[in-house]
């Protein structure tokens, strides 16, 4: 079976400065890839790069044998995106912000789409309330059921805990094996060991730009996983 993301060579800089470097990697359908590395190491970049909002200075990347390319929304709508941040239109109301976007991607019966995600998300209750409103992780949900309005094949996850309590985090990842199970590809930014070990079949470390770590996940325990990060990103910045 082709692989549900290969991406070859791609490289990005910014005002000079290399931001990711030469990168490969093949990511299975059906695959939960944790992605880690330092702040600054190039994770968002790169993710920004798969889903086609940020254009590769060199390489390139498939999704689902689709070239990516930032002005086709047919491939984009392949691939959802949950940013770190809650980006929505604060004055908006969750309803408005889910319409609007539902729209942008032509998503089809949007009306009956909505009421499927309200209720999938439990946002019923938040379904008037501004979005600026939201709680962090009332917020987090939203923007993950936004990311699956056009019914995406590939969910892309960039530090979706971040900031949350425990119990919420815990929530979370309840959605995210849910989503694993209907099929989806996922890959997750994350600081958290516990959530590679938890959620991801393989992991893979960017540092300064660079791939320097992919594996199975396997029998590592979430403390196991931390050692070898610490002892990788040691050794590159050395």
Same mark, same amino acid.
Request: charged residues 20%; positive net charge; contains cysteine.
């Given at each position: 079976? !082709?692989?549900?993301?290969?991406? !070859? ?8 400065? =290399? ?8 990511? !299975?359908? +059906? ?23 940020? @254009? ?5 990347? /498939? ?10 929304? =047919?491939? @984009?709508? #392949? ?11 604060? *004055? &908006?109301?969750?309803?408005? !912000?889910?319409?609007?976007? +539902? @729209? ?5 019966? #949007?009306?009956?789409? #909505?009421? /499927? &995600?309200? $209720?999938?998300?439990?946002? =019923? ?7 600026? #409103? ?12 936004? =990311? ?9 996850? $960039? ?50 730009? *660079? ?12 403390? /196991? ?14």
């Amino acid at each position: 079976m !082709a692989p549900a993301v290969k991406i !070859a060579g791609v490289s990005k800089t910014y005002a000079g400065s =290399a931001v990711v470097k030469g990168v490969s990697l093949e990511i !299975a359908c +059906g695959e939960t890839l944790g992605l880690l590395g330092p702040n600054g190491a190039g994770k968002t970049t790169l993710m920004k790069m798969i889903a086609g909002l940020v @254009r590769p200075d060199a390489g390139w990347i /498939e999704v689902f044998g689709r070239m990516v390319s930032g002005r086709s929304i =047919a491939t @984009r709508s #392949l691939v959802g995106l949950v940013p770190q941040d809650n980006n929505m239109e604060r *004055e &908006l109301t969750v309803e408005e !912000a889910l319409t609007i976007y +539902g @729209r942008l991607f032509a998503v089809p019966c #949007l009306t009956d789409r #909505l009421t /499927e &995600l309200a $209720d999938q998300f439990s946002l =019923a209750n938040v379904w008037r309330k501004k979005t600026g #409103l939201l709680s962090g992780g009332t917020a987090r949900r939203v923007l993950i059921a936004r =990311a699956l309005l056009p019914r995406p094949q590939l969910l892309l996850l $960039d530090e979706p805990t971040v900031g949350l309590d425990p119990d919420v985090r815990q929530e979370l990842w309840q959605i995210v094996k849910k989503m694993e199970q209907s099929g989806k590809t996922i890959i997750i930014t994350t600081h958290y060991m516990e959530e590679v070990e938890k959620l991801c079949r393989r992991v893979s470390m960017l540092c300064a730009g *660079e791939m320097v770590w992919l594996e199975s996940v396997g029998a590592s325990s979430g403390a /196991e996983l931390n050692a070898r990060f610490v002892q990788l990103a040691k050794q590159v910045s050395a």
